[in-house]
């Protein structure tokens, strides 16, 4: 079993900076990519950005310049700083691990639960 647990959503003022903080746990032999993805309502979910094992990274066009997504391999963690926050950034975001798991030569992805940011203008 693996868990994926999100940390740091909130409220914050439009203009203003917001780290969000995702771990997996559990039975784990290695993860590939990590990624977040958000969710506003009556939207698709969409990707947010992504980060490799070897520290490779991606964005959605909407973010760039303005998040940053980092990982600390030893500790099964990946991290998002938004800064300069929007409005439009308001939704759930929903981190996910690209897992390998003891017992199987398969990657599985695993996703947290989710946790509300809200930007107010």
């Known amino acids: 079993q693996v868990q994926v647990m999100e940390s740091g959503g909130g409220l914050v003022q439009a203009g203003g900076p917001l780290r969000l903080s995702c771990a997996a746990s559990g039975s784990i032999v290695s993860i590939n990519a990590m990624g977040w993805h958000r969710q506003a309502p009556g939207k698709q979910r969409e990707l947010v950005a992504v980060?490799?094992?070897?520290?490779?990274?991606n964005y959605a066009d909407s973010v760039k310049g303005r998040f940053t997504i980092s990982r600390d391999n030893a500790k099964n963690t990946v991290y998002l700083q938004m800064n300069s926050l929007k409005p439009e950034d308001t939704a759930v975001y929903y981190c996910?691990?690209?897992?390998?798991?003891?017992?199987?030569?398969?990657?599985?992805?695993?996703w947290g639960q989710g946790t509300q940011v809200t930007v107010s203008s």
């Open positions: 996910n691990a690209d897992v390998r798991v003891y017992g199987s030569n398969s990657v599985y992805r695993y």
């Open positions: 980060i490799t094992s070897g520290g490779s990274t």
